[in-house]
C-alpha cells in the first residue's frame, strides 16, 4: 500500500521527532535515578524533571508544585476519583457527581467505588453531548464530594462550559475534577480561570509517548495517594520517575503551547471541510457531538443502515486508521455508551465513525478519505437488509 | 485479527443481495446488538438451487454469511438444515473468541429461511419441529 | 572529570544499547493504540505487547496470560496488597503478614491499608536480614490473606528462602506476594516452584527504562483492579499501553536471560573482591546483609564514626555514585529501617554506603574505589568527634 | 543540591581538628541522628584566638560547623553568643530546606562552648543567662 492516513489521533498520536529527540538523552546518556541527589546524574535527572514540571505547568496555567507526574490518563483519573472517596472515606461525605459520556476510566472506578459506599449520579447529556447547568446544580448535596466532568469528550468531542462548571462547584464548595486528556492541546486550559481543582492529562494525545500523564491538584485538596510508597513527586506519587517518558511529555506540550493559536484554527478548518465533505457526498448521515462546541480534530458520523467495524475493515485497506467509538471500546460490542447517552438508537449508534485529523492530515487527504467512504457506505449499504427503511 | 478466508469472504462476498420471489426467507438478529441477517432461499426440489443475504453487522458477520451461503449452495434442505455455526467458524479457518456468535447468527439465518420455506410449503424438515423463530421483544444480544 | 564509576545499579541501570534501538520503532513508526485492533498500526502494536508478554512470562516460569504491564515496581507492590485487600474488602480476612525491611511501596501500603481495617504483622529479621521461617508459621492466623515478602532486598541485598516461604503459604491456604523488582536478572525466578502467587517487576533495574513494569498474577487468584477503565491488559490494567516501554523491559529481560549465569558468576566474583577490598583496607567497617545469600551486585558496608552522606559526596567529587540506604529515601535524614531491622545502631547505620556494581564495572574500578574509600574515611574519620569512642 | 560556599567549606573545611587546654569546649547532636558537633575555644581578653571544630555529619553539618568558626574567629565572646543559625545559611549562600538544622546546630555548638568557658571561669555571658546544655536522653532528631 502506498500512502498511509493515520485518522484517529483521539486514539493515540504519532510521537513527534523533537520529543523523541529530547527523550534520548535520558536513556543511556543522563540516566541516573532522580531521587539520588547526592551525585551528578541523579541530579541531571532531578532537573529535568523539575524543567519538565514547570512547563506543564505554565501550560494550564497552575503553580509547578501542583502537578503530579502518573503513568497517563487513566490513572489520573483512576487518582482523582479514588483519592478524593478514599480521603473521605468514612467521613460523611460519600457522593460523586459525573456525567454519562465520561471516559470509562471515570465511570468504572464510580462503579467500583460503589462497594466502598460511594455514590454517583450520571448526568444526562443533550443530543449534542452538552450537560445541563440546573441538572447539576439539583444533583449537588450536602454529601457531595466531588465533581467529576470531561472538559472534552473523546468520541464526539464535544466541549463542555467548563468555567461555569467550576464556578458552580466552587459556589458550593464542592471540588471539581475534570478529564482533561483530550482537551490538551486542543482548548485553552486555565485551571485558576476555570476553577479546577484536580486535572487528569495523557502525553500520547498530542505528539507525547504513551504511558506517561499528569495531574493537577490545586494546593490544600485533600487527596489520599494511589501509589504510596518512596518520596517521588513530593511524597504523592510513589515510583521511579519515568524520567525519558515526563521529559518527552513536556517536550510535547512545549511544542503545542508555541503554535497553540494557529494550530487549532489550522484544524478546525480542515474539520469543517471534511464535515462538509460527508453531509454533501453522503445521504442519511448524522453528525454526531455539538456543531461548534467540539474539538478542533473531531469528525462523528453516523452512517445509517450499515455497522462500523466492516467500514473501519474497509478503511484499512486503503491504508485510512480511524475508530468506531472509542480506542478503548472497540475491542468489544457493545455500542459506544456515549453515543446513547446523545440518544442514539443501537441500530444507528453501530454506524458510527470517528475521523480524528493530526498535524499531518491535508485538504487532499480529506477529499480522498471522503470519496473512499462515499464508496464504502454505499457498497455496505448495498449488501444491508434494512437499507430501505 | 481475522483470518485470510474471513478477510477474503469479507472482501469479495458470495451471494450478497435479495431475491424476487424467494421460497424461503429468513431474517435474525436486531439492529440493536449491531447485526442482521437475512436470508434467501430458492428451492427445487428439495435442492437449494440458489440462496442470496443482506448482511448489516461486522466483517466477521459478513464473511459468516458468505460462508455460510457457500456452503448451503446446491445442497439438500436436510443437509442446510444441519449446517451449524461450528462448521461456518472452521471453513473460515476460526474467528476470534469474541466473534464466534457471528456465525451462530448465519446457522439462525440459514434455519429460520428454511422454516420459512417449511410453513410455505406445509413441509416437515428434520430438527426444525421444534425450531421458535426468536421473538424480538425478547432479544439478548451477545 | 574523566572517568565515571556508576556504582548504584540497584537505584538505576543505564539503559541498554539493544533495548533503545528495540524501543525506538515504536515511537515515530509503529505508534499505534493497540486497543485499535482494525487497522494495521494497531495490530502491530498489540502484537509488539503480545511478544513481550510472552518473554517476561518465559522469564519467571509464568503462562504468558498471567502478566500484566504497569508502570513499576511501585504500582506492583501497591495492586498486589490493595487488590488482595480490597477484594477481602468486609469479607472477614483482613491480614497482611510483610517484613520489617520491605520496600517503602510494601510498607507505605500496609500502613495506609490500616484505615480500611487491614492489620499487618512485620516479620522480624536477624542480622544479616534473613527471616524466620518459624515466626512466619506461628504468624498467620485464619483471617491472614497474604503474605508479602521480598526476593531480594535492595539495601543490603540478602536473599530469602523464597521457596520454603512458598511452601508455607500453600500449606496455609494463603497468597504469597513477592516484591521480585532487586531479585530479577540476578536471581533464578520460578513462580511455579517457588509456589509464588503474585510478583512485582520493574524494567529499570536490570537495563529497561524507567516507568514500565511488571506483576505477575496467578489465574484464579481474586484482586481487584488498582487502575480501573479501558479493557487493557485484559481489563485488569486500563491506561493505553506503554508500547514503547513495555516492548524495552522485554527487550530487557530478554537479554538479561541470555548470559544470565556468566552474568551472575561474574559479578558475584567482583562483588567479592570489593568485599574483600573493603574488609582489609579500613578499619572498623561491618558488612551489613548476609555474607552468601546476598545479591551478586551488593556491597554494603558501614564506616563507624562517620557519616554516609558526607561519604557520597567525596565520593561524587572522584566521580564515583553509590547510595547511602535506599535511592528512596536519600532525600530523608531518617536513618535506613533495614539497617535498623538488623540490629545496627542509629549511628553506625547512619555511616552506611552501598555499592552495586554492574555490567560495565571492572576489577580496575574496584581498586580504585576501594583506595578512594580509604582515603575519604580516613579523611573523615580524622574530623569526627568520636572516631576514639 | 548544595552552593559553591557550602561545597567549598565541605571539601576544605577551615579550623578542623581538636584543641589541647581548651578554655570552651561544647558538643551538641546526637550520633542517634547522624550529627555530632563539638567546638573548642580559645579565648584571651574575652576574644576568641583560636577555634577548632570535630563534625561527624553531613555535608552541610560539615560546613556549618566550619563556616560557623570562621564567624567567630577573632570576634569578642559577646559578639560570638550572638551568633545565629540563620547568619551561618547567609554566609553559606543558603542551604536545603532539610539541611538547615544543621546550621542551627553550629550555632548551638557555639552557645555550649561558650556556656562551657562562662561556667569554667564563673563569667557570665549576655544571652546565656538561660541556657540549658540539651539532655542527651531527651534527644529529638530533626
Ligand atoms: C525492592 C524494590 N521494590 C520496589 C521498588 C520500586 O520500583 P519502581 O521504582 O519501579 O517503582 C524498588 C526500587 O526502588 C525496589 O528496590
Ligand atoms: C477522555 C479520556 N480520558 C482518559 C483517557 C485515558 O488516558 P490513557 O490512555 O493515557 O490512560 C483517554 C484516552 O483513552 C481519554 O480519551
Ligand atoms: S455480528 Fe455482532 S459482532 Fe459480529
Ligand atoms: S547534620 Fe543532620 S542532616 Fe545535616
Known sequence: MSKKFYLDNAATTRVKKEVIDEMLKYFDEKYGNPSSQLYEL?????????????????????????????????????????GVAFANFNKGKNHIITTKIEHHAVLHTCEYLEKFGVKTTYLDVDKYGMIDLEQLKEAIT?????????????????????????????????????????????????VKKQHIDLLSMSAHKLGGP??????????????????????QERGKRAGTEGVQNIVGFAKAVELASKDFDAHVKKLTSLRNKFIEGIKNNIPDVILNGHPTMRLPNNVNFSYKY?????ILLLLDMDGISASSGSACTSGSLDPSHVLLATGLDHGTAHGSIRFTIGEETTEEDISFVVQTMKGIVERLRMMSPIKND | ????????????????????????????????????????????????????????????????????????????????????????????GGLPPVKVHCSVLAEQAVKSALFDYAQKTGKVIKGLENYEPIDDDDIHCH
Open chain 1, 210 to 231: 504513551k504511558g506517561i500523564g499528569g495531574m493537577f491538584i490545586r494546593k490544600g485538596v485533600k487527596i489520599d495517594n494511589l501509589i504510596h510508597g518512596g518520596g
Open chain 2, 1 to 92: 485479527m481475522y483470518t485470510e478466508a474471513v478477510m477474503d469472504h469479507f472482501r469479495n462476498p458470495r451471494n450478497v443481495g435479495s431475491m424476487e420471489n424467494a421460497d424461503g426467507v429468513g431474517q435474525v438478529g436486531n439492529p440493536k446488538c449491531g447485526d442482521i441477517m437475512k436470508i434467501y432461499l430458492k428451492i427445487n426440489d428439495e435442492t437449494i438451487e440458489d440462496v442470496k443475504f443482506e448482511t448489516f453487522g461486522c466483517g466477521s458477520a459478513i464473511a459468516s454469511s458468505s460462508m455460510a451461503t457457500e456452503l448451503i449452495k446446491g445442497k439438500s434442505i436436510n443437509e442446510a438444515v444441519e449446517l451449524t455455526n461450528k462448521a461456518v467458524v472452521e471453513a473460515l
Open chain 1, 142 to 190: 450536602p454529601e457531595t464530594m466531588l465533581i467529576s466532568i470531561m472538559f472534552a469528550n473523546n468520541e464526539i468531542g464535544t466541549i463542555q462550559p467548563i468555567e461555569q462548571i467550576g464556578e458552580i462547584a466552587k459556589e458550593h464548595g464542592v471540588l471539581l475534577h475534570v478529564d482533561a486528556v483530550q482537551a490538551m492541546g486542543a482548548v485553552k486550559i486555565d
Open chain 1, 306 to 310: 450499515v455497522e462500523g467495524e466492516s
Open chain 1, 42 to 82: 541523579g541530579r541531571r535527572s532531578k532537573e529535568a524533571i523539575d524543567n519538565a514540571r514547570k512547563i506543564v505547568a505554565d501550560f494550564i496555567n497552575a503553580d509547578e508544585k501542583e502537578i503530579y507526574f502518573t503513568a497517563g490518563g487513566s490513572e489520573s483519573d483512576n487518582w482523582a476519583l479514588k
